[in-house]
């Protein structure tokens, strides 16, 4: 049960959206595994060193591992907010790189309590309402529950990483499918995409079965880039180290560079 204090702190958060600075985009996929914390580890070291304010939350409830991707060991989670335990500065932990802060998740708790309740998104929304960070990046967990959509809900900018697997596009689509019916754009990156021409080739064809299928025809998807396959990505995670840093001149970071770029420009 949400303590009555916290719901009481959480609950003097609606519309700040539109007054506050931070942007928040929600980054998600519709398959596990596909490389979504990884990649959004490296793109907010990325944004920080463009000089941009950044916040992480790891809301994947399946599998929390931003912390071992920032090598932290958190004592506190957003979880001991939600519960009323800790107040919102507690549990804004900074991270070893500069401009980058961890609002770290933890993995297997029963959120089903408060499903539909929209108890989760408020952390999100009580750390836009700071006004502290320019870019607010969300790490959701993999799959379509209800605790995926109320993030989903809450965001303008929504990016989804897949493969090129089928089983991989097959889950993109039902996520398009979703977001049609209340979301005007979906920004869609291949991971493990070595060459650009097919990640844009693939777009197109997911857009073409939108129209075939009449899905809304005011919902856009934008490709906006991929990501090699490279061997270091999976070392240098292992040895709790980001690859963008690491791996300045490699690939995959000039890849990432150009979606970050891209991500500067567009989001609102
Ligand atoms: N572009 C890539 N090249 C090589 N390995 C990658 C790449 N992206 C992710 N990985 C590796 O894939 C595994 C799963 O990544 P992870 O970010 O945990 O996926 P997800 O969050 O989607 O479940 C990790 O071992 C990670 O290092
Ligand atoms: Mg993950």
């Not at 959206?17 to 519709?30: A, D, E, P, V």
């Not at 990640?199 to 880039?225: C, H, P, W």
């Amino acid at each position: 049960m949400i303590s009555t204090q916290a719901s009481k702190l959480i609950g003097l958060t609606n519309n700040v959206k539109t007054k506050s600075k931070t942007k928040l985009i929600t980054i998600t996929s519709g398959k596990g595994g596909v490389g979504k914390s990884t990649f959004t580890a490296n793109i907010a070291y990325l944004l920080a060193q463009k000089g941009l304010k950044i916040a992480v939350l790891d809301a994947d409830i399946g599998l929390a591992n931003m912390q071992v991707l920032f090598d932290i060991k958190p004592k506190t989670t957003f979880f001991d907010y939600i519960d009323g335990r800790k107040s919102l500065d507690e549990i804004i932990l900074k991270t070893e790189y500069p401009n980058v802060s961890l609002i770290a998740g933890k993995s297997g708790y029963e959120y089903s309590n408060h499903s539909n309740t929209f108890v989760y998104t408020r952390v999100a929304e009580d750390i836009i309402a700071l006004n502290e960070f320019d870019i607010l990046l969300v790490d959701t967990g993999a799959g379509l529950n209800d605790y995926v959509k109320e993030f989903l809900s809450i965001s303008d900018n929504i990016l989804a990483l897949t493969t090129t697997d089928p089983s991989a596009l097959t889950d993109v689509y039902s996520l398009m499918k979703m977001l049609s019916l209340g979301k005007s754009k979906l920004m869609l990156c291949f991971n493990h995409t070595r060459n650009y021409k097919i990640g844009e080739t693939i777009s197109n064809s997911l857009v073409k079965l939108a129209q075939k299928n009449r899905l809304n025809s005011d919902f856009m998807v934008e490709y906006i880039g991929n990501v090699s396959t490279s061997a270091q990505i999976s070392t240098t995670g292992r040895l709790r180290k980001l690859f963008t840093k690491e791996f300045i001149l490699d690939e995959s970071t000039k890849q990432m560079q150009v979606i970050i770029d891209y991500l500067i420009k567009n989001i609102h």
